[in-house]
T-cell receptor, first 112, second 113 residues
Framework: SQQGEEDPQALSIQEGENATMNCSYK?????LQWYRQNSGRGLVHLIL?????REKHSGRLRVTLDTSKKSSSLLITASRAADTASYFC????????????FGQGTRLTINP | DVKVTQSSRYLVKRTGEKVFLECVQD?????MFWYRQDPGLGLRLIYF???????EKGDIPEGYSVSREKKERFSLILESASTNQTSMYLC????????????FGEGSRLTVL
């Protein structure tokens, strides 16, 4: 199974509502990142949260990190149609082959 | 803004052909990466380069090679394309090592017939 796993796999909400996506991981990390990918395009970095941080904000985005539960959440407030995309968490793997590992993503659809 | 440019958005090749995917970044980043993305499998690292002429294998290097002759350019080579290499290929660069923020190109969708 993957180091980072997002939940849910797909989420559909109405415009204006808040969207929450979760990411769980298995091993210790230094930081966790969230990325967005519009259909058929490359990924865009949203936010990085370090292991000694519990919460971070960027515009309408709020990310939390709970290292005791090995989980993170991404909250998008007041969603817009343009937020329709896939969202990925990425964690650094510190043991073995050191690399950034991506989860399989949450597909978010914002309905007008 | 950082720009990572992949030479081709869409390619169609035949089995056995040699395929070159080119990636150029304009921000003097030391680190460059090639990923492939497949439904249900997510992003998987093919190769990573941390300096000119330096490379490390990722999770799935078989069937691929890379070239980094200049800092700004990282090429992915499929020596003999096969149908199971049909995929979306994503190039990325980073100033902060293998775990830092990644800047991605728009992707190259390769179909091997």
């Amino acid at each position: 199974s993957q180091q980072g796993e997002e939940d849910p796999q797909a989420l559909s909400i109405q415009e204006g509502e808040n969207a929450t996506m979760n990411c769980s991981y298995k091993t210790s990390i230094n930081n966790l990142q969230w990325y967005r990918q519009n259909s058929g395009r490359g990924l865009v970095h949203l936010i990085l949260i370090r292991s000694n941080e519990r919460e971070k904000h960027s515009g309408r985005l709020r990310v939390t990190l709970d290292t005791s539960k090995k989980s993170s959440s991404l909250l998008i407030t007041a969603s817009r149609a343009a937020d329709t995309a896939s969202y990925f968490c990425a964690t650094d793997v510190l043991q073995g082959a050191q690399k950034l590992v991506f989860g399989q993503g949450t597909r978010l659809t914002i309905n007008p | 803004d950082v720009k990572v440019t992949q030479s081709s958005r869409y390619l169609v090749k035949r089995t056995g052909e040699k395929v070159f995917l080119e990636c150029v970044q304009d921000m003097d980043h030391e680190n460059m990466f090639w990923y492939r993305q497949d439904p249900g499998l997510g992003l998987r690292l093919i190769y990573f380069s941390y300096d000119v002429k330096m490379k490390e294998k990722g999770d799935i290097p078989e069937g691929y090679s890379v070239s980094r002759e200049k800092k700004e350019r990282f090429s992915l080579i499929l020596e003999s394309a096969s149908t199971n290499q049909t995929s979306m290929y994503l190039c990325a660069s980073s100033p902060d090592g293998r775990w830092g923020e990644l800047f991605f190109g728009e992707g190259s969708r390769l179909t091997v017939l």
